[in-house]
């Protein structure tokens, strides 16, 4: 039973913010831009590696499931911003601070 308490508390704690997912989302975006700049300018293909590289540490740091660690679709989190979203692997509901 504490066990349980302590576990939900845990989670509670660990609540995913909103502004990682935009964060998440506006590197996929410079990426994207960097990249086709890249294409004219090489210089900028670092940039948009650099881009990828924040977006995958965003997502590995915050973007996965409190409560088992899964992986989770970004527009699955926009989902879970405004509707009850269970996480796939554990059923955990997925909880979104605005
Ligand atoms: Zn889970």
Redesign the pocket.
Known sequence: MAVRIIRKVVILMRKMKFVHVIAALLCILASVVFFIIGLLHRIFLLAAVCAIAGYIFIDRKYLR??????FINLDHLFYARSHTYH??????V?EIDK
């Open positions: 499931c409190p409560a088992c660690g899964a996480c796939y692997n554990c059923g955990e997925i």
